[in-house]
């Protein structure tokens, strides 16, 4: 399989404990997105990755958030100190140019 | 401030006929159209997408509409079969200064094709 893959799937944890994920793009891809999706609403960009310079970042990720891609192919998102508004669907993407992005399965997160 | 609005939550439409599924936006500045479909526990998958320069792409059973003028984008499925029931999104990609093609987002219509 040669699609976008991300670990782990499902995570449940504590309020105030840090999580991370972690997610491979197709190979050949050098753009790497990061989205949230919370019940009834459509995913929302976060940030986004070329090679691995992190070059946009939504408002929406706050200081709490921090995202790498060291070496330019997979990439992980931290959350520190979680909070219940965080429970969400974490899903990355990539592409090769700025239009198609191809998605992973997800990982949901729910913080107790 | 939604930028991308599916207005039907949901869509019911029989095996065989035409499923149409609309999606208005209001930033004339978007130049790239998407659309995904979402099974439950999945991530979106892509569909099917048209530039701005274009009105109508087709690819198999699925054909995208688009009209500038009135930024309204439609996404028709003929003959529709069970297998296509899920949430489809509709997603637009900003062409704007320091925006490098993140995706903003409708919240979706739910489609059940009933056999």
């Known amino acids: 399989d040669t699609g976008v893959s991300q670990n782990p799937r499902h995570k449940i944890t504590k309020r105030g404990q840090n999580v991370t994920f972690r997610c491979d793009p197709i190979s050949e891809h050098n753009r790497l997105y990061w989205y949230r999706q919370t019940l009834g609403q459509g995913p929302e960009f976060l940030t986004y990755?070329?090679?691995?310079?992190?070059?946009?970042k939504s408002r929406l990720l706050s200081d709490r958030f921090s995202a790498e891609r060291p070496k330019g192919s997979f990439s992980t998102l931290e959350i520190q100190r979680t909070e219940q508004g965080d429970s969400a669907m974490y899903l990355c993407?990539?592409?090769?140019?700025?239009?198609?992005?191809?998605f992973g399965p997800g990982t949901r997160l729910t913080v107790l | 401030d939604q930028q991308v609005k599916q207005n039907s939550p949901s869509l019911s439409v029989q095996e065989g006929r035409i499923s149409i599924l609309n999606c208005d936006y209001t930033?004339?500045?978007?130049?790239?159209f998407l659309w995904y479909k979402k099974y439950p526990a999945e991530g979106p998958t892509f569909l099917i997408s048209i530039s701005s320069i274009k009105d109508k792409n087709e690819d198999g059973r699925f054909t995208v509409f688009l009209n500038k003028s009135a930024k309204h984008l439609s996404l028709h499925i003929v003959p529709s079969q069970p297998g296509d029931s899920a949430v489809y999104f509709c997603a637009a990609s900003p062409n704007y200064g320091g925006s490098q093609g993140n995706l903003i987002f409708g919240k979706g219509t739910k489609l059940s094709v009933k056999p």
């Open positions: 930033n004339s500045m978007f130049d790239y």
């Open positions: 993407a990539s592409s090769w140019d700025s239009t198609t992005q191809y």
């Open positions: 990755f070329q090679n691995e310079a992190q070059l946009e």
